[in-house]
Structure formats: C-alpha cells, structure tokens
C-alpha cells in the first residue's frame, strides 16, 4: 500500500514562482505572500482553524484528524496558545481574567512567544517528518485579536510573527463562520479574559477577520458552521479536498 506521505511532496506548489521554502517570491511584498498562501515549505502539510469563540473550531479538527487518520495519515493535532508546556503556561497567563489590565503589546508578544516554541519544537519537527499538522489557531488569530481587536495594526504583528515562527505559514486556513446568537450559547459559563472582553471588541476581532477572508481567498477559505455537526464536517471535508486533494490519493 502506498504511503499517503509519499503524496505530500516538497515539490507540490506551495507559493510564488522561484521562491524557496520558506522565502517569499523577490516581486511580492512580506503580506501579500506570506499571509496569501506560501505554505510551510516542508514535506507535511499544514492546516490551521480559525474563527470567533464558539464556532466548533475543536471538534471540526478532531474530525478531520479521524479521517485523515483513516485514509492512513499521521496526523498532529495542536492548538494556540498552548501545545508545549511553556505554551500551556502562556495560556494560562493570557486567559486568566486575574490579568485584565495586560497591555496590548504584552498580549501580543505573550502570543508569539508561544508560538515560537511551537514551531521550533513541535509544528516543524512534524512537518519536515511529512505529517499532516492541525492547529486550533496560529498567526491569523493574533491579527484578528491583536491587529484589529486591540488596534495594534497588522504590520508589526505580520513582522513579530514572521519572525517568531521563522517565515512558516499555513498551506490551508479554514474560517468557521458562526452566527453570534448561536455561537453565545456554546461559551464556558465563566468567560476566560478574552471572552470576557466588551462587544466592540469582538466587533473588531470579527471585522479583522473579514478583512483577511477577503485579502487572502488563495489561503483563507470560509466554512458555514451552521447546522449539524456532521454536515459542517462535510464542507470542511470538500474545502480541504479541493485544496489539497487529501482524500483522492
């Protein structure tokens, strides 16, 4: 039997034409090729969920590690911030509501320095090994929370990121798209500090997410996470065949 690694070849396009595997075409500017779809550049292949809280991010990607796992890949399931021990220990700092008062700046760098551990010991290792690595979060998060939400802008963010993960970019993002009546009712009890945070807050989160739906359609792909469970893994599923072609091999 044909090992379904064997298909995720380094060869398979992942960004612009000439570029190297994590270095961005000469003629495109850092924001138009890393966050447009450059891909991890490694024999893997990397997929990260993205979305407000309470759009069933989790229990899509656990879905989707099943049926990767089926049709014979390894697959990595992670999530952010977290995913290490010095990741969960972040974590725990930026959700606690104890620490409302953090700065904007001090969230942001918490973040990537989460993430930089990550990749380094967990994303790349299972990547370069040709493992198929889901992430409940990554980059696009900090630009939805950060950038827009905390009104950082998404420049600085764009460049701390590139930075803290050394130019590694997801080759599939997936938006669950949540109506806020129905995503309300699925949040903890006791809201963690960012949950807790005022509407126009979450008002911005989501007019960031948006804007990145928009500017990056090649990498970014929005799923309706409306209706049953099941159903919604059915377009997860066709999002992902279509972009990456998983399942036909």
Not at 13 to 38: C, I, K, Q, V, Y
Not at 58 to 80: K, P
Not at 148 to 173: H, K, M, Q, S
Request: one cysteine or more; aromatic letters at 6%.
């Amino acid at each position: 039997m044909t090992d379904p690694r064997d298909t995720l070849s380094p060869d398979r396009p992942r960004g612009g034409a000439g570029a190297g595997p994590n270095e961005p075409p000469e003629d495109a500017t850092l924001d138009e090729s890393a966050l447009g779809g450059m891909g991890s550049g490694l024999k893997g292949v990397f997929i990260t969920f993205e979305g407000l809280d309470g759009c069933g991010k989790s229990t899509q990607m656990e879905f989707l590690a099943q049926a990767l796992r089926e049709r014979g890949y390894v697959v990595l399931v992670t999530r952010e911030p977290g995913g290490t021990s010095l990741g969960e220990a972040i974590r725990g700092v930026l959700l606690d509501p104890r620490y409302h008062g953090m700065s904007a700046r001090a969230e942001a760098l918490l973040y990537a320095a989460a993430r930089a551990h990550l990749v380094q010991q967990v994303i790349r290792p299972a990547l370069a090994d040709g493992q198929v690595v889901l992430c409940d979060r990554y980059l696009d998060s900090s630009l939805a929370y950060q950038g827009y939400g905390r009104d950082l802008g998404t420049d600085d963010i764009i460049t701390l990121n590139v930075w803290a993960t050394e130019c590694l970019f997801p080759d599939l993002t997936l938006f669950l798209d949540l109506d806020d009546s129905l995503r309300f009712g699925r949040l903890a009890a006791v809201p963690d500090r960012l949950e807790a945070e005022d509407e126009e807050f979450h008002g911005r989160v989501a007019e960031g997410y948006r804007e990145l739906l928009t500017g990056h359609p090649h990498r970014i792909r929005r799923v309706d996470a409306r209706g049953p469970e099941t159903e919604v893994f059915e377009r997860v599923r066709a999002v992902v065949e279509e972009e990456l072609e998983l399942f036909s091999h």
